[in-house]
Structure formats: structure tokens, C-alpha cells
């Protein structure tokens, strides 16, 4: 995707914002609840933005919404954009390049995630420390624009340290129990097999879902700070031997919707 689209798309955005935002929300699968705590909300339909795709997935409203959250100037992604909707990787990253010109230096980046680690359970919460990128391609695969970011970007702290000891000391206020753990990224759309499950936890994964790693990938190259948050939404396939489903994932990220919202509104509320 190229600079002169992105300033496009964001000058687009913000001719319609009234604060410039410093915080960035990805809300994935029946978590784009917490855009409605949002005041003041600047809403803007993915359609309508120059250059922007559209989320196909149900669960996902696919719309921006900008305000304040906790008293800090948020803009929200209410629906993300996946691989396996058959946009490229630079179409799926599109909105995080955006958000890096409107101004956004922390990204909150949410998911619905099938869980690996069998001391999980569905309905936990668990906060990212890295992750495994098995899509078997990158968003930053093609020429590099080094004004934007670097050819070969570290990834060795994709996942803010200080930003996860953060969500950590927000948790322990809340008293919520809350996991941490490594996330997989694979393509889907099919969900895993009992054997690919069993294989990525040898390989050391804790959660498995279908997005997250490219935009990640895609922030930690323009020097955002990430934390990331995954509902654990059932436990993947051969753990519990039952079928899944996307119905599954809506209900669980239902159940928990208000210790998910709880706990994003207290780490917005503390950052400093």
C-alpha cells in the first residue's frame, strides 16, 4: 500500500475527528462492545474512507469509532480485517499505518482465540507476550519504505514489556485472574485439526486464532507500542473432542464481555 493512500485515508479521518488520538483499539470478535463506552463518538464507516477495505465477518460492525475513552482520545477499529477474507496482508495492515499518521503510539490489539494451553479455560482472558507467526507469508514482504519503518525490524519486543506489566498491576486491582501466554497466528479460515493443535503447542503456543500477528508485525515496524489481549473463546480442536464453531466464539466473548470491559477501561484509565 503505498504513503501517498495512507495520507489519503488519514487526512480523510482526520478532517473528521476533533482530537488527535494516542491510542489505538483493535477490537476483534465479539469484543467491539467496548467502541460503545466510547463518549462523544466520531463514527466512520469503513466504506466511506479512501483506500479502506470492508469487514465481512459477522461480529464485526466494521466502522471507526473515535472519542474519549477514560479520558483519553481513543480511535477504535469495531471489526478488523483478516487474510482469509482474501485481502493481501498490506489491505489487512491498511488501518494500523493510518493510525500511526493520525497520531497513535499505543495499540490495543484484541482477539477471540481458541486455546492451546489445557490449564485454560474458555472464558479467560489471556495477555499476549509474543507470538508465533504461522500464515506462512509477511505483511512486510515487498519494497520497504524507510520513512515509514525499517527493512528488518526487531521483533523481540513486539509486545511492549512495560505495557503487559501494565495490564498485569491492572488486573491484580480488578482482581481478575487472567492468563498470559504465547499466540498463534494461522490463516484460517478452517479452524485447526487435533493434530495441527497438538503440534503448535509442542511448537509452544498457548492460543491459536486467525489475525493479530500481521498488524502486530506491522505496528513494531512503525515504532508503536502493542498490548495484546485474547478471550479465550473455546479450547481448540481434540481438547475437549467437540465441534467448533464461530456461534461458540460470539457467546463466550459475550459471557465475559464485562471483565473484558472492566479491565481495557482500567488499562486506558492508568496509562500514563
Known amino acids: 500500500m503505498k504513503s501517498k493512500e495512507m495520507k489519503e485515508s488519514a487526512e480523510f479521518i482526520e478532517a473528521r475527528l476533533q482530537e488527535k488520538p494516542t491510542i489505538g483499539l483493535i ?3 465479539g469484543l467491539g462492545v467496548l467502541a460503545d463506552e466510547i463518549e462523544n463518538p466520531v463514527v466512520i464507516p469503513y466504506k466511506s474512507v479512501p483506500h479502506f477495505p470492508e469487514s465481512t465477518v459477522s461480529g464485526h460492525k466494521g466502522q471507526l469509532v473515535a472519542g474519549r475513552l ?8 469495531q471489526g478488523r480485517f483478516h487474510f482469509y477474507e482474501g485481502y493481501r496482508m498490506d489491505q489487512v495492515t491498511f488501518p494500523v499505518r493510518v493510525m500511526k499518521l493520525l497520531g497513535v503510539e499505543k495499540l490495543l490489539v484484541t482477539n477471540a482465540a481458541g486455546g ?16 508465533i507467526n504461522n500464515m506462512g507469508t509477511n505483511p512486510l514482504i515487498g519494497p520497504n519504505d524507510e520513512e515509514i519503518g525499517p527493512r528488518f525490524p526487531d521483533m523481540s519486543q513486539a509486545y511492549n514489556r512495560e505495557l ?5 498491576k491492572c488486573a491484580e486491582d480488578l482482581n481478575l485472574a487472567i492468563q498470559q501466554g504465547v499466540y498463534v497466528g494461522n490463516t484460517g479460515p478452517t479452524y485447526e485439526t487435533g493434530a495441527e493443535v497438538r503440534m503448535l503447542r509442542t511448537l509452544g503456543g498457548d492460543a491459536v486464532g486467525m489475525s493479530t500477528v500481521p498488524e502486530v508485525i506491522v505496528a513494531a515496524h512503525m515504532g508503536i507500542k502493542v498490548l495484546g489481549i485474547s478471550c479465550i473463546s473455546n479450547m481448540a480442536a481434540g481438547i475437549l473432542d467437540q465441534p467448533l464453531s464461530h456461534q461458540e466464539v460470539i457467546e463466550t466473548t459475550e459471557r465475559v464481555r464485562q471483565d473484558f470491559l472492566s479491565f481495557v477501561k482500567q488499562i486506558v484509565n492508568t496509562l500514563p
Not at 477514560?70 to 477499529?77: N, P, Y
Not at 489445557?118 to 495477555?127: A, H, K, S, V
Not at 503487559?164 to 498485569?168: D, K, P
Open 27 to 29: 477490537l476483534g470478535s
Open 70 to 77: 477514560e479520558g483519553k482520545q481513543v480511535i477504535a477499529m
Open 116 to 131: 492451546i494451553n489445557e490449564q485454560f479455560e474458555p472464558g479467560n482472558l489471556m495477555l499476549i507476550e509474543d507470538h
Open 164 to 168: 503487559l506489566e501494565h495490564a498485569r
